[in-house]
């Protein structure tokens, strides 16, 4: 099926970036069509408290997520739930491929983030949604009374590690360096808290369970050696990686999967923009990708104005000509 309406600006995904683009092109009166496979928000759904929001001291990531949706929406932006299959290039239209539909859109600007990389050990797969988790905000309620492993080192590592102690009896991190990478002020509040232990210099090999995770296999990267650690629960947060498939075929991504873009978030492709986590940069995090989606919704709105006199000049062209001027 084909949706025969012809958007100024398609935005895929509907996390801060996204929702921030949304705001953006529907406010400067662009026909706009906003695309999310799951919930509005992305990461900030399965985020506890956000502290480094300007005008927040602290939210609730879906507090924030639902009051950014409906402010996404405020000035016309349509809104349609599915998973986007592929996006393809064309002039003057581009191509969105969902599974039972198309739409063609004058612009596109993905935004479509990133997951949560998996360990790709024994038991993860096996074992998820039974003691694997990989959102504290979503499962740790589960675990009231019971002791936790915490797989990573970062900012979301630590972070949700802390989270976690409201319900575990004790929470372990176990790293495969000898310092965490977070933020000090999160560091500091984990090395603090007296329900986290850190195991350093170690990897999980393998989760152990029969229906239900009883621990883990973690290895020595000093010494090689391999021990059982008991434990109720696995959460693991040891990266992401970009949500790309749906622009595999258009070369705009780097050998991690990436999309580079450039200061105004314009890809190699004319007409196709992205913001937010799924590109190539630095620092990850709400505030960066709001300001991701506002320049590339104001470089849609360029580049669609453009469009529209180019092909009001090509029209009348034809007309003077076919009048034999």
């Given at each position: 099926?084909?949706?025969?309406?012809?958007?100024?600006?398609?935005?895929?995904?509907?996390?801060?970036?996204?929702?921030?683009?949304?705001?953006?092109?529907s406010?400067?009166?662009?026909?706009?069509?906003?695309?999310?496979?799951?919930?509005?928000?992305?990461?900030?759904?399965?985020?506890?408290?956000?502290?480094?929001?300007?005008?927040?001291?602290?939210?609730?990531?879906?507090?924030?997520?639902?009051?950014?949706?409906?402010?996404?929406?405020?000035?016309?932006?349509?809104?349609?739930?599915?998973?986007?299959?592929?996006?393809?290039d064309?002039?003057?239209?581009?191509?969105?491929?969902?599974?039972?539909?198309?739409?063609?859109?004058?612009?596109?600007?993905?935004?479509?983030?990133?997951?949560?990389?998996?360990?790709?050990?024994?038991?993860?797969?096996?074992?998820?949604?039974?003691?694997?988790?990989?959102?504290?905000?979503?499962?740790?309620?589960?675990?009231?009374?019971?002791?936790?492993?915490?797989?990573?080192?970062?900012?979301?590592?630590?972070?949700?590690?802390?989270?976690?102690?409201?319900?575990?009896?004790?929470?372990?991190?176990?790293?495969?360096?000898?310092?965490?990478?977070?933020?000090?002020i999160?560091?500091?509040?984990?090395?603090?808290?007296?329900?986290?232990?850190?195991?350093?210099?170690?990897?999980?090999?393998?989760?152990l369970?029969?229906?239900?995770?009883?621990?883990?296999?973690?290895?020595?990267?000093?010494?090689?050696?391999?021990?059982?650690?008991?434990?109720?629960?696995?959460?693991?947060?040891?990266?992401?990686?970009?949500?790309?498939?749906?622009?595999?075929?258009?070369?705009?991504?780097?050998?991690?999967?990436?999309?580079?873009?450039?200061g105004?978030?314009?890809?190699?492709?004319?007409?196709?923009?992205?913001?937010?986590?799924?590109?190539?940069k630095?620092?990850?995090?709400?505030?960066?990708?709001?300001?991701?989606?506002?320049?590339?919704?104001?470089?849609?709105?360029?580049?669609?104005?453009?469009?529209?006199?180019?092909?009001?000049?090509?029209?009348?062209?034809?007309?003077?000509?076919?009048?034999?001027?």
């Amino acid at each position: 099926m084909s949706d025969n309406k012809i958007y100024d600006c398609i935005i895929a995904g509907a996390g801060p970036a996204g929702m921030t683009a949304a705001v953006y092109t529907s406010r400067a009166k662009m026909d706009t069509l906003m695309i999310e496979k799951g919930l509005p928000g992305g990461q900030m759904t399965k985020t506890e408290d956000i502290e480094n929001y300007p005008g927040f001291e602290s939210i609730l990531g879906p507090d924030l997520s639902k009051m950014m949706f409906e402010h996404s929406k405020k000035f016309g932006a349509d809104f349609a739930r599915g998973e986007i299959k592929e996006i393809k290039d064309g002039y003057p239209l581009k191509t969105v491929i969902m599974d039972d539909r198309e739409y063609k859109a004058k612009s596109i600007i993905i935004a479509t983030g990133a997951e949560h990389r998996c360990l790709g050990i024994p038991g993860e797969k096996e074992l998820s949604g039974f003691g694997v988790s990989y959102c504290a905000v979503c499962d740790g309620a589960f675990f009231e009374d019971q002791e936790l492993v915490v797989v990573g080192g970062g900012d979301s590592a630590v972070e949700e590690a802390i989270f976690l102690t409201r319900f575990a009896t004790k929470v372990t991190i176990i790293h495969r360096r000898d310092q965490l990478r977070a933020q000090k002020i999160i560091q500091k509040r984990a090395f603090d808290n007296e329900k986290i232990d850190f195991i350093w210099n170690h990897t999980v090999e393998e989760i152990l369970g029969d229906g239900l995770v009883t621990g883990v296999i973690i290895k020595d990267k000093n010494t090689g050696e391999t021990r059982e650690f008991p434990c109720n629960g696995v959460f693991i947060y040891v990266g992401m990686d970009p949500i790309t498939n749906c622009v595999n075929g258009l070369g705009i991504t780097n050998e991690d999967g990436y999309i580079v873009v450039d200061g105004d978030m314009k890809t190699r492709i004319k007409g196709i923009f992205s913001a937010g986590d799924v590109n190539e940069k630095k620092l990850r995090q709400v505030i960066t990708a709001t300001g991701d989606g506002s320049i590339a919704a104001l470089s849609a709105q360029h580049y669609v104005e453009n469009l529209d006199e180019e092909r009001k000049e090509m029209e009348m062209e034809v007309q003077y000509g076919n009048a034999g001027y």
